[in-house]
């Protein structure tokens, strides 16, 4: 035992505390801007381009978001997703460019210019089309503008300072000459079918751009009287329909019905006889306020069929057709057509009658079903929702013609169903039926199916695939190979079997896009609106386009000069030339679908030219779950049809950031979540590390109380950094080889090289969370709540030549250097913050590679055991610490269960390891603590047998204080 010493002594100037200018308090919203400021200045984007030239690329191409007002917490989680994927890939070695994008034409920006107009009471028709589209493109720019510089503010890694954009001429142009390949391969059409249509917006609308909404509708069942049948107790029966769109009767043309449904026709108690699926009889009654009287039915009445029989005679064989006259009938014209009963394998009994009105403008198994026999659509409802002038039962006056969609003309004292009442043909009406119905995203109106002529691109007809110059990838299999051979596959073949090569991230959604695109029907390609690329086609009278290279090559060129305004009336012999009569032809007004505009990026984003970096086909497509429908099929549908295969060879999907309740968030329900403000409060990082903890693979939720838990987490992550730091403060110092080094330390070695490959099969996956909980975990469990609370001890009171400090902080190195990389994907301002903070001539730590981790391993299994035994320790010690008989487990003497302890560690080991005075081992299973009887050591504090009396010291501070006293 030492003597004592100066017991007056204060040894604080003795200990080696963390010495670090890196502060606790973030900062975030105040030093994030001039990081950023910095990166700009030294084009950071462009240095990384150059510090990985020639390196494997990879590539994932930017699905465009609308440039149309802010950024929303939705873009933010997916701006940070993708720079998540490219800073990880650069980070484990690659070439990874970036270009952003942004769609610029459609009906949204079309919307919002009209709605200027209409503010300023000005008519658009009266502005020439060349003057409103550049109001479009200076809305579309002037919001570009506004989300390039909020995206930068979230730190992402991207050539901003020349993004993509629908709207470059040079986009414009490609987008034309990609559909002029579907037209010179023949895979175009125009034909009449219906769509859906916006009447408020007056254009076809994608599925994509169709949102649905709970609604009450108007019910009504309606009588058509039979006068021809093959089954003779049918004349004069009526058959009865039942509808929520009353607006439709006007234009019914037939009726369907189910060939294996049992009907049933009945009289009621005032003489009528009515036909319905047996099933539903008795629905339809209560509907109407009628019984059913079985004594009065009779032989000729109450009888049961099969639909089939409609179209048979008594003797099963082939009769004539049951036809039922509409209730209108009496206006002659087309109203006295027959209206045939026919089969229609889509008929149920779910509801309704088991009959089904048909109207092939307004409905698509309506229209095939009537085509099949003959009935085409009369077209008469027009574009803005009303009927035609010259409409004979509806006499063509304001009142009459309001708007179908609107709820009045289709209420029970509507029009339509007060016509039907006077018929003696309204059964029921009512306006209580609740179901959902489609709407527009955008106007948030109700929807119709409307036959309209558009353009087509056909799904089930056999396509000359494998005529342009595309690469098979290697390792991609026959399957691709067969795709990019002319083997007049069709475009729904074509497509799936990319769908079944294609990686999808989660796996769910192969199964969603592929039900999609397996049951979709025809592509619709045109809209009837003015901002857009035009469908660049010159039509003949019989509706047959001109196939012409020649032609086709002159607009596309015009168009890359001068953009969408090229294609004008006024240029229409320029550009057919000497071989064709302009006479002959007309020029198609119509404009593309924005979904085909976006499903053409990769050929003008990918395909060299503009972006030299950028590389055909992409690694990755990346956008939320929503674009299964939209971008991910319409760039899949396009490129198959033109290259044989989709462009992207994997498909990362998010979810939709919820309420922190769960519930969808709503401005009118006060619980969105700016991301402009969240980093005006709290720094970007914080926003990109709650992207990247949430599983953004299902929908996932946001709120103040979740925001202040990812504060929280990141306030002990940059506790980390901070005392990796300090610790390291004048470090230069090697610990040879690993061998030589103590247990703990060799432990965390292996610990970091199991996280390490931990991370990179995550990064694989692209499992973002998943990296971010390991990091996190890592960062709090294994250093600061182990391993640097063991070891504050060796850094603070170990003299300067200690090998175990030395191999201590060592190893810190080592810890710095990967954490500061493993965390710069995820915390791109913070990271940069800590390595200027060590290294400020250094440059920036995006620079950097993938950090090297010694391979060594440890008894991971022994390991456990051990922290098993602490965390026991630790819980017999706070009940003393609690009740004031302890102050610190310094004070604690432990026995433990000999069995616990795992084999090769001394008891002084587990006293330096439980960071305790002592640890003996008993016979009990229980772990005892008690307090020591020695003296404090007054440097380290550590209650040793070696100290003779409080504030002495022991026999290593008496060492390393004496070696500093000489050193003075």
Excluded at 608 to 634: K, N, T, V
Aim: aromatic share 10%; charged share 30%; glycine share 8%.
């Amino acid at each position: 035992m030492t003597e004592p010493k100066d017991a007056t002594r204060d040894y604080r100037d003795t200990v080696f505390l963390p010495k670090t200018d890196f502060p606790m308090k973030a900062g975030l919203p105040q030093k994030e801007p001039k990081i950023l400021a910095r990166w700009q200045e030294e084009n950071l984007y462009e240095e990384l381009r150059e510090a990985r030239k020639d390196r494997e690329k990879f590539i994932l191409h930017d699905g465009p978001p609308y440039a149309n007002g802010d950024m929303h917490i939705g873009h933010a989680l997916n701006r940070i997703l993708k720079d998540m994927v490219v800073r990880s890939q650069t980070l484990l070695g690659k070439d990874a460019p970036f270009v952003p994008g942004w769609d610029c034409h459609g009906l949204p920006i079309e919307w919002k210019v009209e709605e200027q107009y209409r503010k300023k009471k000005k008519d658009k028709k009266a502005v020439p089309a060349a003057e409103f589209r550049q109001e479009c493109r200076d809305y579309a720019a002037h919001w570009v503008n506004v989300q390039r510089e909020q995206l930068k503010r979230l730190g992402l890694m991207a050539d901003f300072d020349d993004p993509y954009l629908t709207m470059q001429p040079e986009s414009e142009a490609t987008i034309v000459a990609e559909l002029m390949k579907f037209a010179e391969a023949g895979n175009l059409y125009r034909g009449s079918k219906p769509v859906m249509w916006s009447p408020v917006e007056e254009t076809a609308l994608a599925e994509a751009e169709v949102e649905y909404e709970d609604i009450t509708s108007t019910q009504i069942d309606v009588a058509f009287e039979i006068v021809e049948s093959p089954m003779p107790n049918l004349i004069g029966a009526q058959v009865v329909i039942w509808t929520t769109t009353p607006w439709t009767i006007p234009v019914n043309q037939a009726i369907s019905f189910g060939t294996d449904i049992t009907y049933e026709v009945f009289r009621v108690a005032d003489g009528r006889r009515f036909v319905v699926a047996e099933s539903l009889r008795d629905e339809f009654l209560a509907r109407a306020g009628l019984e059913y009287d079985p004594s009065i039915q009779d032989e000729v009445d109450d009888v049961l069929f099969d639909g089939e029989m409609f179209g048979l005679t008594d003797d099963q064989s082939v009769g004539g057709q049951t036809i039922a006259r509409h209730p209108m009938h009496h206006f002659g014209g087309f109203y006295a057509r027959p209206r045939p009963l026919l089969a229609g394998d889509f008929v149920t009994t779910d509801s309704g009658t088991g009959l089904v009105h048909m109207s092939p403008d307004h409905g698509e198994d309506d229209f095939l079903l009537c085509r099949e026999h003959g009935i085409e659509p009369v077209f008469a409802v027009l574009g803005d929702g009303r009927y035609r002038d010259d409409w004979e039962w509806l006499g063509g006056s304001d009142d009459r013609r309001r708007a179908v969609i609107n709820k009045t003309f289709n209420s029970p004292d509507g029009p339509i169903c007060s016509d039907l009442r006077e018929a003696g043909a309204l059964l029921s009406a009512s306006d209580d039926y609740a179901h959902s119905y489609p709407h527009s995203w955008r106007s948030k109106a109700k929807v119709i199916y409307r036959c309209t002529p558009q353009w087509f691109v056909p799904m089930d007809k056999p396509l000359e695939v494998g005529d342009f110059d595309v690469a098979v990838p290697e390792g991609f299999g026959a399957a691709v190979a067969m795709a990019t051979s002319k083997d007049h596959s069709t475009l729904r073949e074509i497509a799936m079997r990319e769908i079944e090569r294609v990686k999808f991230y989660p796996e769910k959604g192969r199964r969603r896009i592929g039900s999609m695109v397996e049951g979709r029907p025809d592509w619709v390609l045109s809209r009837q609106r003015a901002w857009g690329v035009p469908i660049t086609l010159f039509v003949r009278q019989d509706g047959t386009y001109l196939q012409d290279p020649a032609v086709n090559a002159r607009v596309v060129k015009a168009v890359r000069e001068q953009g969408v305004d090229a294609w004008d009336e006024s240029r229409k012999a320029e550009y057919l030339g000497a071989d064709h009569d302009p006479n002959e032809f007309e020029m198609v007004t119509d404009i593309l679908d924005v979904w085909f505009d976006s499903g053409c990026t990769h050929a003008f984003t990918l395909e060299g030219g503009r972006w030299p970096d950028q590389r055909w086909p992409a690694d990755l497509y990346l956008e939320g779950s929503d674009q299964h429908r939209g971008w991910f099929q319409s760039s899949l549908l396009e490129s198959s049809a033109t290259r044989g295969r989709a462009p992207y060879d994997a498909v990362l999907t998010h979810g939709f950031t919820m309420a922190s309740d769960g519930k969808k968030m709503s401005k009118s329900l006060g619980n969105t979540i700016d991301p402009l403000k969240v980093m005006e409060q709290y720094g970007a990082d914080i926003i990109r590390l709650w992207a990247l903890s949430v599983d953004f693979t299902e929908d996932h939720r946001i709120g103040d109380e979740i925001l202040k838990g990812v504060g929280d987490q990141y306030r002990r992550l940059r506790n980390t950094f901070r005392y990796l730091l300090g610790a390291l403060d004048g470090f230069v110092g090697d610990m040879g080889d690993a061998g030589e080094i103590p247990e703990l330390e060799v432990y965390i070695l292996a610990l970091l090289a199991d996280l390490d490959g931990k991370l990179k099969k995550a990064l694989e996956e692209y499992d973002f969370n998943t990296y971010t909980r390991l990091l996190v975990d890592f960062c709090n469990e294994d250093l600061s709540a182990f391993y640097f609370d063991i070891r504050k001890d060796t850094l603070y009171c170990d003299g300067p030549d200690s090998t175990r400090r030395n191999a201590y902080r060592t190893v810190l190195d080592l810890l710095f250097h990967a954490l500061v990389r493993y965390a710069a994907p995820v915390l791109v301002f913070t990271a940069e913050e800590v390595w200027t903070t060590r290294y400020p001539e250094g440059g920036s730590v995006h620079l950097l590679d993938w950090p090297p981790v010694p391979g060594v391993s440890a008894d991971g299994a022994r390991w456990d055991k051990l922290r098993a035994l602490r965390e026991r320790v630790t819980e017999a010690i706070e009940p003393l610490r609690r009740d004031k008989t302890i102050r610190s487990s310094l004070e604690a003497d432990v026995v433990v269960p000999a069995s616990a302890v795992p084999e090769g560690f001394t008891d002084e080991d587990l006293a330096e390891l439980f960071i305790t005075a002592s640890v003996t081992r008993g016979q009990s299973d229980e772990v005892t603590v008690s307090r020591t009887d020695e003296n404090k050591c007054g440097r380290c504090w550590r209650l040793l047998p070696s100290v003779a009396e409080d504030g002495a010291l022991c026999d290593r501070c008496e060492t390393v204080v004496a070696q500093l006293d000489a050193a003075e």
